[in-house]
């Protein structure tokens, strides 16, 4: 036989039951969400940045191995696309590194050195891509090697 009062307490934590149910489907739902959302941006960035490189390799094509001037004291490149055509491309030293890309929350740090100091036909070109998310700023780093094609023996 029940006691008085025990019907309230089984429906007390059937209801405490039910809520804790709820608080972790809108948990889980939430996680996914800005995980989902995370994988997006890193797919993006990744994007970007392969794009970037790219471009950077039409420059050198259209414009000569010339174009890619190493970074004194590793200041950050600009890449200025006034034009659809690389010859109206150019890479200039930016005084805010990383750049922001327009429309996007994404900004790109691009840095030129020598590949190898006894070579002068090489090229490591760096593009690193950023963006803030509520965990912490992100990024994506991707870097290749441009070989000077006209005056040098090595693989373009």
């Known amino acids: ?3 008085k009062g025990q019907s309230l307490i089984e429906v007390v934590i059937a209801l405490a ?3 804790a149910l709820a608080i972790s489907l809108v948990t889980a739902s939430l996680i996914t969400q800005r995980t989902s959302r995370s994988a997006s941006n890193n797919t993006e960035a990744t994007k970007l940045a392969l794009q970037t490189i790219e471009q950077i390799r039409a420059l050198r094509d259209r414009k000569g ?3 890619l001037v190493n970074n ?3 200041s950050c490149k600009r890449l200025l696309m006034p034009a659809s055509d690389p010859k109206d491309w150019s890479l200039t ?3 805010t590194c990383p750049e922001n890309i327009t429309s996007t929350i994404f900004a790109r740090a691009i840095f030129i050195e020598d590949d190898n100091p006894s070579s002068a036909n090489r090229r490591k070109v760096t593009v690193t891509i950023s963006w803030d998310e509520s ?3 992100q990024s994506v780093t991707n870097v290749t ?3 000077n094609c006209v005056s040098s ?3 373009c």
Request: overall charge positive; charged content about 20%.
């Open 1 to 3: 036989m029940k006691k």
């Open 17 to 19: 039951v039910v809520v």
């Open 65 to 67: 191995f010339a174009e």
């Open 72 to 74: 004194t004291g590793l």
């Open 93 to 95: 030293a930016t005084g």
């Open 135 to 137: 965990s912490g700023t």
């Open 145 to 147: 090697k441009l070989s």
């Open 153 to 155: 023996t090595e693989a």
